[in-house]
């Protein structure tokens, strides 16, 4: 990614923030993939959110939605330098899933990147055209622009010996437990970032629109999407108890990839902003030896 510079280079973040879900050996393989993923997808992100005309990002979605990363024609240097770098990604994953007998996983990966891409350029429609959604229309594609629901389910079709169609077409409708966690981390994202995003051309954060929907303070927004937090972390403990053997698995990631972002966004955007306590937590997992 050195070729494009607008972007953020969060690679060791990336890797913090998968091993803070799968820290065992044996998911190293995977921990690897989400790591590349998830740094991917910050590029994806800066290209929608920050650098990207308009025109630019309909033809870069629709290269996503075609998914033939070789028909680049009308694009910048910018998008075909990434989109060649993204496309041997996934030709690793792919090749992973053919070693685990797991191919069958590939066309759902590829429909939850497609969602992922629709709600980043929704977004940047909202920006160019300075449109102002409801609290609710903001919530239901910004839960997607947060990747969870799509960084989430990839990592079951990717840690997963099989999965049966039925399991797979759940994943596209984007299970509760799924949606609860990204409600926290969308949340807790704007509670911490939404000051800095208003200081340049973007839509507004959820803190804005409740302010402004519900005529009330800033403090009383907080107070209530604080308390949104709340309730999505009370959906996902108790999607959690009553878990069914067959989704167990989808809804331990999805509790401990929401544990990571109350890591990264308690206090701070840290994911944005990693010289101080990201830069800190990843030298204590990572660089410092363990004392005796």
């Known amino acids: 990614m050195n070729n494009l510079p607008f972007s953020r280079?969060?690679?060791?973040?990336?890797?913090?923030?998968?091993?803070?879900?799968?820290?065992?050996?044996?998911?190293?393989t995977e921990r690897l993939f989400i790591a590349k993923l998830g740094n991917l997808v910050t590029v994806i992100d800066d290209i929608y959110d920050a650098f990207g005309t308009i025109e630019e990002l309909q033809l870069f979605t629709n290269v996503f939605e075609r998914w033939d990363f070789q028909d680049v024609d009308g694009l910048p240097e910018y998008m075909r330098i990434f989109l060649n770098a993204f496309a041997g990604v996934m030709i690793e994953i792919e090749e992973e899933l053919r070693k685990k007998g797991t191919l069958h996983h590939k066309h759902y990966i590829i429909e939850l990147f497609k969602l992922l891409v629709r709600a980043y350029f929704q977004e940047a429609v909202w920006t160019d055209t300075r449109y102002?959604?409801?609290?609710?229309?903001?919530?239901?594609?910004?839960?997607?622009?947060?990747?969870?629901?799509?960084?989430?389910?990839?990592?079951?079709?990717?840690?997963?010996?099989?999965l049966s169609k039925d399991t797979l077409d759940w994943l596209l409708t984007v299970p509760k437990?799924?949606?609860?966690?990204?409600?926290?981390?969308?949340?807790?994202?704007?509670?911490?970032?939404?000051?800095?995003?208003?200081?340049?051309?973007?839509?507004?954060?959820?803190?804005?629109?409740?302010?402004?929907?519900?005529?009330?303070?800033?403090?009383?927004?907080?107070?209530?999407?604080?308390?949104?937090?709340?309730?999505?972390?009370?959906?996902?403990?108790?999607?959690?108890?009553?878990?069914?053997?067959?989704?167990?698995?989808?809804?331990?990631?999805?509790?401990?990839?929401?544990?990571?972002?109350?890591?990264i966004y308690k206090h701070e955007d840290s994911y944005t902003n990693p010289e101080g306590q990201m830069k800190e937590n990843i030298e204590l997992l990572l660089v410092r030896p363990i004392e005796d």
């Open 9 to 28: 280079d969060r690679v060791g973040e990336c890797y913090f923030w998968s091993l803070g879900v799968w820290f065992e050996p044996r998911y190293s």
């Open 132 to 162: 102002k959604p409801t609290f609710e229309e903001y919530l239901n594609v910004s839960l997607m622009s947060f990747a969870y629901p799509m960084v989430i389910s990839v990592s079951l079709c990717l840690m997963a010996e099989d």
């Open 177 to 263: 437990i799924v949606k609860a966690s990204s409600v926290v981390c969308r949340l807790m994202d704007d509670l911490v970032s939404s000051k800095f995003e208003q200081q340049r051309k973007h839509i507004d954060s959820s803190v804005e629109i409740y302010i402004k929907e519900e005529g009330i303070t800033e403090q009383e927004a907080i107070t209530k999407l604080n308390e949104m937090i709340e309730n999505g972390w009370k959906d996902i403990n108790k999607e959690w108890l009553n878990s069914l053997p067959s989704r167990k698995h989808l809804n331990l990631l999805a509790l401990k990839f929401t544990r990571v972002v109350e890591v």
